[in-house]
């Protein structure tokens, strides 16, 4: 079982954009789905991107599609949330997470085999 560990999070005015990073260590990205989830103070983790292990299937949450891009390079064993437009409600802290589920959103979250330890974004308006 690898670690993840995520980067790129930070403190950004609303309109701008960030990109994060998820690098597994310890197994290879290419045997997990990935995904990233969010935690905003005072409020439960949430669903907002996962990709397939080859990268052709993706699914996001409705009020980050159009704005935020998952990808991942498996040769680089690391997985990507693009973030644009950042909003003052994408505050929150962002987790990558590797899982075996696969065919929904929901099927990838009951799957999940490893989380990272967050990185932090805060979106000022």
């Known amino acids: 079982q690898g670690q993840l560990v995520e980067s790129g999070g930070g403190w950004v005015q609303a309109g701008h954009s960030l990109t994060l990073s998820c690098v597994i260590s310890?197994?290879?990205?290419?045997?997990?789905?990935m995904g990233w989830f969010r935690q905003a103070p005072g409020k439960e983790r949430e669903f907002v991107a996962a990709i397939s292990w080859s990268g052709s299937v993706t699914y996001y949450k409705d009020s980050v599609k159009g704005r935020f891009t998952i990808s991942r390079d498996n040769a680089k064993n690391t997985a990507f949330l693009q973030m644009n437009i950042l909003k003052p409600e994408d505050t929150a802290t962002y987790y990558c997470a590797a899982g075996l589920g696969w065919g929904s959103a929901e099927v990838f979250t009951a799957g999940i085999d490893t989380w990272g330890t967050g990185t932090l974004v805060t979106v000022s308006s």
């Open positions: 310890g197994d290879r990205l290419s045997s997990y789905a």
